[in-house]
């Protein structure tokens, strides 16, 4: 079973005393309206006991509009409940100054003539009266201060203990002639209106006194919500019961013996119900018991916890601003800052780069954590983190947040002194690479510069000497020593590409514009249509890009399908950290197995007579995209185009030695 809130219940306290109020309003206007059409058994439920008058349905009337009203919050509702309070007041005090002085008002008759009632005729009852008097003044003193609520309280109390007894007086069937005075003309309608609503507006002060001893949320007040019914309803349905048997027993048995079965059966029933309520609350004991062992031993564990913790991290508390509440010995010892010291403090004001807590306070706001490492200023200098905070709300609503850090400065110094080495390593190796390459084309080139030259001796000396057969072999010679200085040159701009590492930042628009009008006599001479979307601006290798897109419209125009001009459509798309690229053409497409094959350097899948080149324009779009930190792909089909794509990051970093 859950428990209810204390906003619950005030909550529904609250709707109590508007149906209580609801129900009231109906009975009395019920009443009222008897009285104007003479309909007696509503004026009295009891036939023969007294009615409820026509001034006192009035009263209640009134009642019920401060009980709406009660809890308003609006200038208006305030206003409602004391005009209607204070005229229920003055019905009141003028009824007991009849009484007392044994004057008349005359106000009993301004609305109807009582006719019906035998006991007191035209004038509520003393008792009507007085219940009115407190409960009207109750709600009137109620918005003052805790004293005076603790007196509406009271006075509030007070009706219901005299409602209560009036209507035991009912149920034990008591004559109006041995009723004491107070009580005789009180109808049992009026006395269980006074009860609602006596009862509605005392737990309105469920905050104080008795009613928050009822209605509070400690062991001791369920307790007392439990006895209550029980203490108040049992002797009356007993005296109730004995009294009926007493009256209607055939044997005359005296009326000691019906108070000895009477005080038994109380004394019995009680032990009974107590009993059942002890073995309730040793099972909820019982329940709690292992609750606090399983919160002790929770408590261990975490204090277990916080001193490894303690030990071993930087634990810094923060609060919803941002700024710093404690921090722990391992953090005063790292930053060197003293813990009063550092309190108050804004803590990205520690932070070497502020804009990272944008990122912290997004991913907190999404999923109430975030983790990384960042790097921080102390007085002892600059130093890395790994950083893990934490929202966590408290009890009374507000948030905090809890960061756990340790220090990584060692590891990242490490990591840099390693990238460091990496890099010069790697570049040495390039050095060693490209001297390499440039020494064996060097070498390569001059033989084969000496057999083109021997060719063109022996055909200038030889002249018509020489045979058709003879012609054809040494023109084969020629182009074959041609297309190897071809390979041997593509070779080394394959090698160097790359060796200007510094970046710039590229409007790639401006720079396919540039392409285009490279490449405008090549487009022109194949009718070919190049359609370029809207491209960003980013930080890349100029020359090594302009190449790459170069080559991909190149190569998209050549391999065209005969008899149909090129279409090409060059756009970007933007994704999570990169920009994806493609490139489409209607070409003759490119088979599955071979879509991998193209960009292995000096691979070609067609024949030399059909489409001209070497093989390698594809390999250095691989290298040139690999070489920004992108990834290169086709989809194709033979016959419907091919669609390369290719990324490149958003933000690209020079790395210098």
Known sequence: MTETTSEERVNQ?????????????????????????????????????????????????????TGLFFNGTSNISKIAVKVAASLVALIALSTLSEYLFGISLNLD???????YSTITRNRMSPATALCFGLGSIGTLIYYKNNARIRLAQYMWLLVTLAAFISIVTYILNIPATQKTELFSSMAIHTSILFLVMSLALFFQTSSLGLAALIMGPLPGSKITRQLLPFTILLPVFLSYLFFYLSVNSTINIPSSFWVIINTISLILLSIVYICIMAVGLNKSAKTQQKLQNTLRSSNRTLRAFKKAIDKTSLVT??????????????????????????????????????????????????????????QRKGKKGKHWVYSTIIEHEESNGNSKYLMVEQDISERKETEKLKDVQFITKLQQKNQELEQFLYIASHDLQEPLRSIRSMLQILKMELGDKLTEDTTEFMDLMEGSADRMSDLVKGLMDYARLGNKKELANIDLNQLMIEVKADLKSLTDNNQATVNVANLPTLDVHPVETRLLFQNLLSNAIKFKKPDT????????????????????????????????????IFQRLNKRDEYEGTGIGLAHCMKIVSLHGGELWVESEPGEGSTFYFTLPKKQFNVTK
């Open 13 to 65: 306290l609250q709707r109590f005393l508007v149906y209580s109020s609801i129900f009231t309003i109906l009975v009395a206007t019920t009443v009222l309206f008897g009285w104007i059409i003479g309909y007696e058994p509503i004026l009295s439920l009891i036939p023969g006991a007294a009615t409820m008058k026509a001034n006192t349905a009035s009263g209640f009337i009134l009642l019920g509009i």
């Open 565 to 600: 001009a090129p279409i090409i459509d060059i756009s970007a798309t933007e994704q999570e950290g990169f920009w994806q690229f493609k490139v489409q053409d209607n070409g003759i497409g490119i088979k599955k197995e071979h879509q991998k094959k193209i960009f292995i």
């Open 317 to 374: 508390e923060l609060d919803a601003n941002g700024e710093i509440l404690t921090v722990n010995n391992n953090f005063s010892k790292l930053t060197g800052f003293k813990k009063q010291e550092i309190k108050g403090k804004k803590y990205n004001s520690l932070l070497l780069n502020d804009r990272i807590t944008g990122a912290i306070l997004k991913s907190l706001k999404s999923y109430g954590l975030w983790e990384g490492e960042i």
């Open 109 to 115: 008759t301004l609305i109807v003539e009582d006719s």
